[in-house]
């Protein structure tokens, strides 16, 4: 697989498939490269925070996922990472 490696989206589909395969510290690299390339990029701040979830780091997830707020204006999506934060700010 070759992927453009000054594109923020192909590593957050990367990090996306392979925290869906439960490969975090794989998925932790390429979201972190993700966010890297691009601050204002909701989908990898948003992936991220499910790894950081995954990893048992509710403060970094809680991070990532407050990012991905921000960032997105998508109300789909709000709705998902309001969903995500409500579940961590309750379990914490």
Known sequence: LRYDETSA???????????EAQQLGLALAHLRQATALDEGYSQAHFYLGLVYQALGQPTEAITALEKALATTKDEEMR????????????SG
Do not use: F, K, N, S
């Open 9 to 19: 989206p192909a590593y957050t589909v990367l990090g996306a498939v392979e925290l």
């Open 79 to 90: 709705a998902e990472i309001q969903r995500h934060l409500g579940g961590l700010r309750e």
